[in-house]
């Protein structure tokens, strides 16, 4: 293979943490996690928590803290959803990694080398559920030599008998602090200038999800150089300009229909991403004074169903001009329609 | 060749209407590198366009060898094998495909087809441009499964392979994907300076960009034709904002009649005037008898491949010209109602005909409460 460029790997890959105890703000992981390098012993574990909080990388720095590069390739089995993970894969492919015995190899590598292998299911809430049963008893069976690492957004799609039997570990969302730390450490990197209402900025539209700030930042710097204003931060991470959302409000506040299927229109021909307009619509509608709480009820109500249109396909701009029909109905307290 | 064809941009450096763009985008391949990208607007706003000028920015006039080949995979899905055909538009640096095409295996084609072509890097005798990018169309019709398979294989070959997402509605985007690439939102070009208020320029208003009758204005002189003053503006009214259909109108004027006259008539879609047709024998009578000759309508736009979603917008279109504000909400509602469960469901007709049924019933309501 040719080599890489350095500048082609993304940020993300870059700074990833290659060590467990360099995760930032995931403390119970990481002193379980530390103790299990000093004793090698290691319950089944369950990752979950929202994206971007670093589960996978933990995952991965253990797993390599563990065995070190050389034993890596064979004691580690990593399985993503874009491997095929039906239910034949659980029965053989994973059957047949986990029954292999492996003993403890210590030639002074410096790695603890535990007598186990590691098995990493990564977005495990996209497997499905007779794959998960048909893992129970393999989990079982081959505890003595093989360990289980579930990676999942949502714990609810994990069944049951899964989850029990293994140790469970809530990755929660980084705190703005922690965030500006680690950002401000990469642009120092990269040799990147970014004021402090870019950095706000940042931390705010990412959410706690460090990935989707670091993707932002790199965006921002291949496309504007190395000076990022908050402008050009909006600008790559899709996130809707505050006076559009403002436009459809007071339009909707307006009363008029024409008015309202307009502004509509117009938020569809400029491309914005509707989903994204329904939750910073949601934001101005639940912070704004003037309306009342059952009004409010009924917008969010609307939001809702909407949202679970759009991700069954529908078109968006007919949920758009649902929910502003909707929320014009109800701030002008006339009966809305359906349900 | 067809004027839209023609007078396609073929750089970065000659694109009009979004210029900032394309100067970004110059920006980003400069090392001869950029990373993943998604460009998401409506149709008709050049999305494709920025792609092609791209992928010509990057692998310089190879990039615009394509041949086009109709390949078969064989897909071992666990116990038995899939046959996916799909059709591939593919140069030495470049494949670009609609894995969407496979419908509901979709996945298979991105977890065995993608991923192989991702594997491969081609070797230059350079030894430079280590990577090949892959091009796919219609992202926002791929499943979920497809796209959460999409996901891994874009971070673990990000080394060889960049891909290039195109789409028209990034809602349909799983977050996940979305936050892997670098967001690309492709407006649709405003009609004309004229037809923004001043609250909206302020809002849209990028110094660089052109507007629809610019170009048109531009094609028109590229041409030596003779515009006469407003018929530009008239055609881009009637465009939708889609620069596409703008420039295809234009070319169809100019064929039914040279020299244009200021009043010269812009022929509308066919089917628009159809639905039109539609729209107005609903006003005319609410009965059964009725709702059955709209559904033969109905059948024969659905048999010309009229995509049934946009039967309904432009149905609810016609029918909103016409109604007073409260029937407005009302029929709105319906409208998405219907259109969400077209999605869920299997035959379009049914969808179709009972919103037409709905609407009857509302406005019959309506007309009996009013007039008595």
Redesign the interface.
Known sequence: ?????Q????WV?KYRPKQVKDVAHQDEVVRVLTNTLETTNCPHMLFYGP??TGKTTTALAIAHQLYGPELYKSRVLEL?????R?I??VRTKIKNFAAVAVGTVRHGSGYPCPPYKIIIL??AD?MTEDAQNALRRTMETYSKVTRFFFICNYISRIIEPLASRCAKFRFKPLTEEIMTTRILYICKEEGLNLDSEALSTLSCISQG?L??AI?YL??AA????SSISSKDLI????VI?E??VQ?LFSACKSG???TA?KEVK?V?????????MLSQLYDVIVESDDISDEQKARICKKIAE?DK??I????????L??VA??T??AISN?P???S | MLWVDKYRPKTLDKVLVHQDIAQ?LK??VT?Q???HLLF???SG?GKKTLIMALLRQLFGASADKVKVENKNWKVD???RTIDVELTTLSSTHHVELSPSDAGFQDRYV??EII?EMAKN?P??TK??K??KVLVLNEVDKLSR?AQ??????M??Y???CRLILCCN????VT??I???C??M????PTEGENFCDT??RR??FQPMSMYIVKVLEFIGKKEGLQLPSGFADRIAQQSN?SLRRAILSFETCRVQQYPFTTNQPIPPMDWEEYVSEIASSIFKEQSPKRLFEVRGKLYELLINCIPP?II??RL?YEL?KKLD??L???T??????Y??RL??GQKAIFHLEAFVAKFMSIYKGFLIETFG
Request: charged share 30%; glycine share 8%.
């Open positions: 293979m040719a080599p890489v460029l500048s082609s790997q993304p890959e994206p971007g993503n959803a874009s491997d095929d039906g034949n894969v990564d977005e996209s999800d990935r989707r993707t790199q965006g291949r496309l504007f150089g600008s790559v991470s899709g300009p006076d559009v436009a008029n229909f024409d299927d117009n569809i021909a400029e491309g914005y991403s509707v989903s994204q909407a249109c759009l069954d396909g529908a078109d968006e701009y007919l949920q001009l649902g029909s909707n014009m109905c006339m809305s329609f359906g | 970004n920006k980003l090392e590198d950029c990373p998401y607007g409506p706003s899905a666990g116990s991105v977890q991923k890097r070797i230059d030894g430079k280590g990577f499964e959460h398979s999409l996901r891994r294989t971070e673990k990000s080394s060889s509605s990034s809602s349909k977050e996940a979305r936050s892997r670098l967001n939102r492709i407006s649709a609250k909206v809002q849209l904002r979603e309904l917008k609810l909103l504000s409260e407005k909400h009302e709105s509602h319906w409208a998405a109602y259109e969400h999605r869920l």
